[in-house]
């Protein structure tokens, strides 16, 4: 029918489908650890380069979307290094305008609910402010679980495989930084 692909054309075929299924979710934990859309888009691009590098080597050890993780989370961390500012790294809500960005435009971007009361919505979309810079406030060890954990959805051992911290730092570290968000939100709790 056809002669056989040649293993680079289907090392090409298998790492593009590679980039199809994970690319949104490698680019939104990038952009929730940096804040910065542009920088997160080069760094997806980055982490994607070194993940193509790397892929004869990937021995199936953990899951490949837990290496293609721990990849990006190193190009973040790197990046912050570069930045200088590790400790007081800034987190963009989706629901503010970007850079150059009319607030008319920002709201286009969201859809609002239509089946909630606008108080509602406006209360909601208040609250998830508040905890987003809540979690923005963090240290950045405790930042990195609390993404990969609430925000990703990565389980304990996925976090400990992409930190390459033991299941126990992993677990005092989210529990640490869950007692900080409760601390810096009970005001905003305690009014609703």
Not at 52 to 62: A, E, L, P, T, V
Request: hydrophobic letters at 35%; a neutral charge; glycine letters at 4%.
């Amino acid at each position: 029918m056809g002669e056989p692909l040649p293993d680079n054309t289907e090392r090409i075929l298998t790492f593009d489908a590679l980039v199809a299924a994970y690319e949104k979710k490698i680019f939104n934990v990038i952009y929730r650890f940096l804040g910065d859309y542009e920088e997160a888009a080069d760094l997806t691009q980055e982490t994607f380069i070194s993940a193509y590098k790397g892929f004869d080597r990937f021995r199936g050890d953990s899951k490949v979307y837990t290496w293609l993780y721990q990849i990006a989370i190193n190009h973040c961390r790197n990046r912050l290094r570069q930045r200088g500012r590790a400790r007081a790294m800034q987190i963009e809500s989706l629901d503010q305008p970007l850079h150059g960005e009319d607030e008319d435009r920002s709201l286009r971007r969201e859809v609002p609910d239509l089946t909630h009361a606008p108080q509602t919505v406006l209360e909601e979309k208040e609250m998830r402010q508040k905890i987003l810079q809540a979690v923005e406030s963090l240290p950045q060890e405790y930042r990195e679980v609390m993404i990969l954990r609430e925000i990703q959805g990565l389980s304990y051992n996925e976090i400990a495989d992409v930190t390459r911290l033991s299941l126990d730092n992993v677990k005092t570290r989210l529990s640490r930084a869950r007692a900080m968000l409760r601390r810096k939100l009970e005001p905003y709790y305690r009014e609703g």
